[in-house]
T-cell receptor, first 117, second 115 residues
Framework: DTGVSQNPRHKITKRGQNVTFRCDPISEHNRLYWYRQTLGQGPEFLTYFQNEAQLEKSRLLSDRFSAERPKGSFSTLEIQRTEQGDSAMYLC???????????????FGSGTQLSVL | AQSVTQLGSHVSVSEGALVLLRCNYSSSVPPYLFWYVQYPNQGLQLLLKYTTGATLVKGINGFEAEFKKSETSFHLTKPSAHMSDAAEYFCAVSGARTGANNLFFGTGTRLTVIP
């Protein structure tokens, strides 16, 4: 068990550029979550996948954000035309979720810190 | 809807002293309650959780928390602080039988342990 892996650890970009982050979940986990954490705040839910299906998107996820999980393995989160307000830590978590929602245990990655200049 | 309020963004204790981190919740449905810890440069790690049953929940590293419905609280305690406990702690709430897409975190409390 290598845990949840996120790349890159840090990303600095200029406003208007596109960025893509990658998350590799624990291999047998069927659920994958993306959260955003800004300074002084707790993580906020963005979106999640059950296998390859994206089941829910938060209203925080504007049209500039897109997430994919091809083949139900790793996931990517892309932000187009980045804005300074996108600067945050982007966290990925995975779990072995059950049907109907259970008190699943989340395993978090270390996050990708995005700085938009 | 669910939310949590963590009282005190920073808490300092001496090594060996009692640790008390406060969390109050709001929930329109029976809550599940969680405490997560985040060490520097690491991901969040589950310390303990309350779902149903016994209201005093024991977690890893000697931490425990008590669910008090009448006070809508879920405070985290540890009898004796260790230097390795220095980290950021997050309280979180979800509705019973919902997934982590309905998990709401507090703003966190940074614990400093003074030698």
């Amino acid at each position: 068990d290598t845990g949840v892996s996120q790349n890159p650890r840090h990303k600095i970009t200029k406003r208007g550029q596109n960025v893509t982050f990658r998350c590799d979940p624990i291999s047998e986990h069927n659920r994958l979550y993306w959260y955003r954490q800004t300074l002084g705040q707790g993580p906020e839910f963005l979106t999640y996948f059950q296998n390859e299906a994206q089941l829910e998107k938060s209203r925080l996820l504007s049209d500039r954000f897109s997430a994919e999980r091809p083949k139900g393995s790793f996931s990517t989160l892309e932000i187009q035309r980045t804005e300074q307000g996108d600067s945050a830590m982007y966290l990925c978590a995975s779990s072995l979720g059950g049907r109907g929602g259970t008190n699943e245990k989340l395993f978090f990655g270390s996050g990708t810190q995005l700085s938009v200049l | 809807a669910q939310s949590v309020t963590q009282l005190g963004s920073h808490v300092s204790v001496s090594e060996g002293a009692l640790v008390l981190l406060r969390c109050n919740y709001s929930s329109s449905v029976p809550p599940y309650l969680f405490w997560y810890v985040q060490y520097p440069n690491q991901g969040l790690q589950l310390l303990l959780k309350y779902t149903t049953g016994a209201t005093l929940v024991k977690g890893i590293n000697g931490f425990e928390a008590e669910f008090k419905k009448s006070e809508t609280s879920f405070h985290l305690t540890k009898p004796s602080a260790h230097m390795s406990d220095a980290a950021e702690y997050f309280c979180a709430v979800s509705g019973a039988r919902t997934g982590a897409n309905n998990l709401f975190f507090g703003t966190g409390t940074r614990l400093t342990v003074i030698p």
